[in-house]
């Protein structure tokens, strides 16, 4: 799927900015796709962007609305619709990220209808993918994999191409979540396609390349996370990297939505992913280690990342705080 | 799913012996559950049990009846919607295996809808799951895994499961396919379900049980299989076994469906199934090797077997033509 440029950022009435997360990372990577914020009365958040009435968009050539607001349950309540409606008769296309589909909503489906729009549900894939081949294909490849869920892979890979690109590398991130697709304007979300397609969407998502360009492919899940394996392993074949990142988040104790399983080790994470992807890369090597430190103070951090340099003879960063070019001078160094 | 039994095997108008295999395998293992075939004229398949009209299949109080025929493509011809239809007037359900869903024919869908019929694509699932929790539950499980695919998986947990009831044990075959389906009555087809739900559908397959039961679980593809892993990685930390039975068909040369892909060497295959499969069972071990020797002469196939045994120091059986009698004496010495 492929989203049309520029943005208008739907936040509903989101009662607190947690709640519009996904708004503020398509903002946090993607400022210049987004011509401002749409806000229902009671709204508590601000991405700190202009409001933008419907016809004020429209003025500035949105293509894209996009339902960037969570809630629990992933529902799309009755009070968003008409707002949904109206951008469609302005000419836009909707895309959401919730459970609920568009499209399940009859005035939303008529209206798209009446008016040619696309609804896009990212977090469904009425995609057909063939399964995966494994063949080796030209371009390189670095995967983002993780001890667990949610550590980082995304804004690791999508750091790793924010660095690439200022170096006037040729580089694209690759979305296989929500969010992500959102960020990039395409991807899948690979934990939606059925199983005896994953790996085949891994290869779609980033597919046969220059020689010189680098695609930085947002992980999912964990090899080690016994909900979701399957589809890293799937993901890690398709993706077929030249290089791992290893993201990890150091003040976790159990695997995110299993409380009695341990996280691994980083060795033993590193070590499975590459014997797992030599399936279909065996040049693949670790590249560097991303740890995600928001809950360590600034001394603390570099410590930690000195310490992880030292026990595993790779670069270590956390993106957000420090950035990724120890890891980005790591990797144009040995992948060939 | 569950399907009603007796059943009723259509094959249609089956041009030969092997389109109409997916009735034959049923046959082969539950003998019981089939009253009769129904052969449309031109048939040139014979299943070699009574052919039974609709009347007849209704007096003997058949159930379900199977599409167990197969041709290019999966679809299912016009020809053969007359006698689904009376199939259903008769008060059956119909169970397929084709891509095309029965209900899919108008004809076919109404009947349903008229009697109150099921019926039942057991190719595609719209079954929900839970998540894989990881959890360990009670009760004893073997896991068939592969060195590919098609190389024995199915036929050994159907092996297993024949040689432990026949002992007296409490034991179950646990379908992840759809012809295993057919033959346990229920089961789920893993490869079909959203890719986020592999290890929680296959914690739903194999679910607690008593500490002294058995099941015996049918693997899919192969955690060296490019294209499938994600699905038999999936399928390894949702069934948690206790041992796994590594299936291997000697003579091959490729990856199945991928010409460039070599075979993973045996212990090589065991071992990465056991480093994975701690994760929601730390006492994993693998329990015997099961050979397709079915294009090996006997003296070769047995020479075969000989020298895997004294290579993995585990019982090596091709369960077809020797049974698994050795692997059952093992597990049962080594699975506490």
Redesign the interface.
Known sequence: MELARPYLLFIGDARDDLAAKTASGILDWRRDWCQGQFRLPGCNADLGIPDLSIADAQAKGVKTMIVGVANAGGVLPESWAATIVAAIEAGMDVASGLHTRLDSIPAIADAAKRHGRQLIDVRHSDMTFA?????KRPGRRILAVGTDCSVGKKYTALALEREMLARGLKADFRATGQTGIFISGRGVA???????F???AAEWIAPANDPDHWDLIEGQGS??H??????????L??SQPDGIVLCHEPTRTSMR??P??KLPGLKECID?NL??GR??NPAIQAVGVSINTVKLGPAEALAYLAKVEDELGLPASDPVAFGVANIVDHILKVVR
């Open positions: 399964t995966g081949k494994g063949t690979v934990d939606a396609v059925v199983a005896d994953i790996s085949g090899l080690f016994a909900s979701f394996a399957g589809v890293s392993l799937g993901l074949h398709g939505g299993l009695d399983s499975l014997a797992c399936l279909t």
